[in-house]
C-alpha cells in the first residue's frame, strides 16, 4: 500500500487481498445491489457487519478511516435534512403508517416513521461506505480493470477505473501540496484559527486549479495510451488474473449466494407491502 494508505499497488498476503479482481469486483457489486436494493434493516445490520469485519481483517489507517466516514456521515446528515424539508412524510409513505412524535409547524411534522427511514437510511449508507472502502484497500487498479473486464465490460472502458483508482494518490497529494502552499502564504486553513466560511474559501481556491490541472493530466495519460497502441484489438491479457484457487472459488460461492438472495428478494418486494419493514 502506498503512504497515502488508500491505493494499494501491489497484492497484498491477506486472505482477502489474495482473491482475483474478478471475484473482487463480484463481491463488491453483489453487496451493492443487495444495499440499493433494500431498505430492509436487518439485512443492511447484516450487511454492515460482514463489511466491516472485512475491513478489520484488513487492518487498515483507522485515522484516515474515521476521516473518510466523518464525511461520508457529515454529506448523509445534509442529505436528510433536505429530505425532511422536501417531505416530512416520506417515512410514512414507507411504511404506510403515520405516528406524529412533535411537530415544527403546520407541514413539518416528525412522525416516528420518518425517523426509523432516517436511522435506516444512515445505515444504508454506512452499509455502502464499508463495502466501497474494503475494495479498495484490497483491489489493485489493474485487478480492477482486470476484474470488470473478465464479467464482461469492454477493456477499454474497464481501464478507465484503474486510471482512475490508480491517479487517486497523485490527486491527494495535490491537493496536500497546495493546502501547504497557501498556509505558507499566510491563509490558514485551521477550523481552530479560521471561520468556516474562510476554510471553505480557501478550500475552493484549492479545488479549482486542481479540477483544471486534473484536466490537463488526462489528456496526457490518453495520448500516451494512444503512443502505445492501447485499443488496438478487440480483446486483450491480464497477467494478474492466475485461474481461481480455494479462496476464490469459496468467495465465488459466497457471491452466487448472495445474488441469488437479491434476485429472490427483489421479486419479494415487487409484491410485498409496506415498502420499508417496520418493527414498531
Excluded: H
Excluded at 34 to 46: K, S
Excluded at 78 to 96: A, D, K, R, W
Excluded at 223 to 239: C, E, S, V
Excluded at 242 to 265: H, I, N, Q, S
Aim: charged share 15%; with cysteine; net charge positive.
Amino acid at each position: 500500500m502506498n503512504s497515502n494508505g488508500l491505493v494499494r499497488f501491489s497484492p497484498g498476503e491477506l486472505p482477502l487481498q489474495r482473491l482475483c479482481g474478478q471475484v473482487k469486483v463480484l463481491l463488491f457489486i453483489v453487496f451493492t445491489v443487495l444495499i440499493i436494493a433494500t431498505f430492509d434493516f436487518r439485512i443492511l445490520l447484516a450487511v454492515t457487519v460482514i463489511s466491516a469485519a472485512a475491513l478489520v481483517s484488513l487492518k487498515p489507517n483507522w485515522k484516515l478511516v474515521g476521516a473518510l466516514m466523518a464525511v461520508a456521515l457529515g454529506l448523509n446528515c445534509v442529505n436528510l435534512v433536505l429530505f425532511y424539508l422536501f417531505n416530512p412524510q416520506i417515512g410514512s409513505e414507507f411504511v404506510g403508517t403515520s405516528t406524529e412524535l412533535f411537530r415544527f409547524s403546520a407541514r413539518l411534522v416528525m412522525p416516528a416513521e420518518t425517523l426509523w427511514y432516517f436511522f435506516v437510511r444512515t445505515v444504508k449508507v454506512l452499509a455502502m461506505f464499508l463495502v466501497s472502502l474494503w475494495l479498495i484497500f484490497v483491489v489493485t487498479p489493474t485487478q480492477l480493470a482486470a476484474g470488470f473486464n473478465r464479467i464482461g465490460m469492454p477493456y477499454k472502458v474497464a481501464m478507465i477505473f484503474s486510471i482512475a483508482l490508480r491517479y487517486l494518490p497523485n490527486i491527494m497529494q495535490d491537493y496536500r501540496n497546495s493546502s501547504a502552499s497557501i498556509q505558507a502564504r499566510g491563509l490558514e486553513l485551521d477550523l481552530k484559527k479560521t471561520t468556516l466560511g474562510a476554510k471553505l474559501k480557501g478550500i475552493i481556491s484549492i479545488v479549482g486549479p486542481l479540477v483544471l490541472n486534473t484536466f490537463d493530466n488526462v489528456g496526457t495519460i490518453a495520448d500516451a495510451l494512444d503512443l502505445r497502441g492501447f485499443g488496438k484489438y478487440k480483446t486483450r491479457t491480464w497477467y494478474v488474473e492466475p485461474p481461481y484457487g480455494k479462496m476464490d472459488k469459496a468467495a465465488f460461492a459466497v457471491a452466487a449466494a448472495t445474488a441469488l438472495f437479491t434476485v429472490c428478494y427483489i421479486m419479494y418486494r415487487l409484491v410485498a407491502q409496506p415498502m420499508m419493514w417496520y418493527p414498531f
